[in-house]
């Protein structure tokens, strides 16, 4: 129901109005009637930077040159220059022009928009293996974000004589990111010899599996006189039922192949994969068992079919891809297999094992282990941190859940926050539905502020009505804290009234509504969703009809009123029909009520709340009830200014 929203304001009000806006170097006044439709240039401005988006040079210069005194020079020039540097199909143009990058860099230095072009400028740079200006660009890159610019970053290393193999093992997990910048570092690493052709096939392996195909044939070449044929690459890729028919031939790349094979067989059927995997297993090494075995649990787990802990259990020591490692964790959990939620998260590389989730279940698995106390220090690491985890940590130890105590900042703090360069430019897109944008210019000065002066900031979006950046802010301090602008409760009459007449916890609406839009009046996602409460429109339909309203419009739906009423009704309705589980009715809100009704139906036996949300095989709806569940107790805590229980909203699911 929120997949990736593109969210869409109203007016921001007359303070957006009165705002000063500083672009780029220049100053001008945002736009009064900023809840009206664009300008002309507003238009021209925005089909800039589509055009920008595809790299189509040539359009970008034809509709810059239309607006040449359009308050946002910065933005009109990176426009401009970027479609300059990459081709139609994202790939960086070696001969890209050097000369109005590097000016533009030093015309902007410091802003947001300069270091969104040093981003790009290092993906060129890289691409061409130009690593003396790409090491001194990537020195003054600030957000360094970008997957494929750490990798050029570590070529680049490489290129100096260091050995960057485990560096590159560690970054190189996640092959959506990798783009040409990662496949090259694989290459090079494999011609340096600091990659073994095993660490070639697991690329290889972890890019098919994720179904990032196109990577993974890239990949391929990194083998270099050790790449298989085509036609035994092909069938291992797209035949691998006929390949493994085959046999198993006693040759390393024959041997990989068929652990290529089995994976792609196991994302369609892991059942046949097992099967089918059972009869070559023994013409392969143990080490390589385990692989297969790895992979074949990983689909099964994710389809929540229950052989898959069985599975998982025959892959102990075995190297996989970090989802492996993680549904490897959650087949143990679903299964009650409290040793094997131990070793599991045991073998995980370190820096997943340290993420709070596995530090949580780790902890648990050594206390069901009857060591309580080296399970407290570990629920100690992260009984400090303000999320699901974090909540449940505290529990652990005997404590309840309590906000933190609140900061407050004087209005003279908080009127400082107009002047701060790029506020007012972010309020400009804001108002053009040029949501990335704007965000990135609202985040900029966030980097270097203090606590009390992000809580100004976060003040200061309260007042304009920018309800997201509010949140969003605030909940960036580290020492000292607003809960009641983190945990923000606009509309407070309407949602209130709404969930007492439904009979709904209103800290539970909130919870909702935060995660859902972030207050965002207008909120739409891509799929369809809309409103608040992103209904969707059959949805609001289904409710409005069954609560007596009839057919709503768009423009109703979105309405606060209306939007409000629906989603808190059909709220209520999926709570009862699953028998008053938070947990599968916020889950039910987000995927659909079928979803987890199937889910609960594949349950053996009873289990955590934690256990059910944490094994939810969809990750936008898997972290959507988490972060739920976990605003809903933070916004209890505030209403009631009371301690609350997250284990107690999470309850036990039964078959």
């Given amino acids: 129901m929120s997949k990736r929203l593109k969210r869409v304001y109203l007016a921001v009000g007359a ?20 809840d009206l439709p664009p300008t002309s240039d507003d238009r021209i401005f925005l089909q800039l930077r589509d055009a920008a988006r595809a790299n189509d040079a040539g359009k970008a210069a034809m509709l810059a040159a239309q607006i040449p005194d359009y308050p946002a020079p910065g933005y009109i020039e990176y426009f401009t220059i970027k479609p300059q540097l990459f081709d139609s199909q994202g790939h960086a143009r070696i001969d890209a022009p050097d000369a109005p990058v590097l000016s533009f860099l030093q015309r902007y230095d410091g802003q947001a928009i300069a270091d969104r072009m040093r981003n790009d400028y290092l993906v060129v740079l890289g691409s061409r293996h130009d690593w003396k200006n790409f090491e001194q660009q990537y020195s003054r890159f600030v957000l360094n974000d970008d997957t494929q610019v750490k990798c050029y970053a570590l070529e680049a290393r490489l290129s100096r004589g260091e050995n960057v193999a485990d560096a590159a093992r560690a970054l190189l997990v996640d092959p959506k990111w990798y783009g040409d910048g990662c496949v090259d570092l694989i290459g090079a690493l494999a011609g340096s010899g600091r990659f073994t052709s095993d660490d070639i096939w697991q ?16 990949i391929v070449e990194a083998l270099g006189q050790e790449k298989p044929k085509d036609s ?96 490897r964790t959650r087949s143990a959990l679903l299964a009650g297999d409290w040793n094997m939620v131990r070793w599991s998260i045991e073998q995980m590389p370190p820096s997943l094992r340290a993420q709070p989730a596995w530090v949580y279940w780790h902890a648990r698995a050594v206390k069901q282990a009857g060591d309580t106390a080296t399970a407290n220090q570990e629920f100690q690491t992260i009984a400090d941190q303000y999320n699901f985890y974090g909540q449940l940590a505290l529990e652990e130890l005997g404590q309840k859940i309590n906000v933190p105590p609140r900061t407050t900042v004087s209005d003279a703090e908080i009127a400082q926050m107009q002047s701060v360069p790029g506020f007012a430019l972010s309020q400009r897109f804001y108002a053009l539905n040029m949501r ?47 809960f009641t602008l983190r945990y923000l409760s606009p509309f407070r009459d309407i949602v209130e009234r709404d969930a007492q007449n439904t009979g709904l916890d209103i800290e539970w609406a909130y919870g909702l509504i935060r995660q859902e839009s972030r207050f965002i009046i207008n909120a739409r996602s891509e799929v369809g969703a809309g409103g608040l409460m992103q209904l969707m429109p059959g949805t609001a339909q289904l409710v409005a009809k069954k609560i007596g309203l009839g057919p709503v419009s768009r423009a109703q739906m979105n ?22 589980s938070a947990v599968l009715a916020t889950a039910g809100y987000n995927a659909g009520p079928g979803r987890p009704s199937q889910w609960r139906q594949g349950l053996r036996a009873p289990v955590e709340g934690a256990v059910f949300a944490e094994t ?37 699911i039964a078959p």
């Fill in 15 to 34: 303070a957006l109005a009165a705002a000063t806006l500083v672009a780029c170097g220049t100053a001008s006044a945002v736009r009064p009637d900023a």
């Fill in 203 to 218: 690329q290889i392996r972890i890019a098919y599996e994720q179904n990032y195909t196109s990577t993974g044939s890239n």
């Fill in 616 to 652: 939810i095989p969809f990750t936008e709806t898997r972290d959507y009830v988490k972060n739920v569940l976990s605003n809903t107790v933070y916004y209890a805590a505030l209403f009631e200014g009371r301690p609350q229980s997250l284990k107690a909203r999470l309850g036990y």
């Fill in 232 to 327: 035994l690459l092909d069938d291992a890729v797209n035949k691998p039922p006929l390949y493994l028919a085959r046999g198993v031939m006693p040759n390393t790349p024959a041997h990989q192949l068929t652990l290529l094979a089995v994976t792609r067989m196991a994302r369609n059927d892991p059942a046949m994969a097992a099967a089918t995997f059972t009869s070559v297993a023994p013409s392969l090494t143990p080490a390589e068992r385990a692989v297969g075995w790895g992979t074949i649990g990983y689909q099964a787990a994710l389809k929540r079919m229950p052989s898959a802990a069985d599975w998982y259990r025959l892959s102990a020591n075995a190297q996989l891809s970090n989802p492996a490692y993680e549904w």
């Fill in 436 to 482: 990335l944008e704007g965000n990135r210019e609202w985040n900029w000065p966030l980097r270097t502020m203090t606590d009390r002066q992000l809580l100004a900031a976060a003040q200061y979006a309260k007042r304009i009505e920018l309800f997201d950046r509010t949140v969003n802010t605030a909940d960036k301090t580290k020492a000292e804290h607003d």
């Fill in 559 to 580: 309405d606060i009123n209306t939007n409000i009423l629906l989603g808190t009704n059909y709220l209520s309705m999926i709570y009862n029909q699953f028998d008053n």
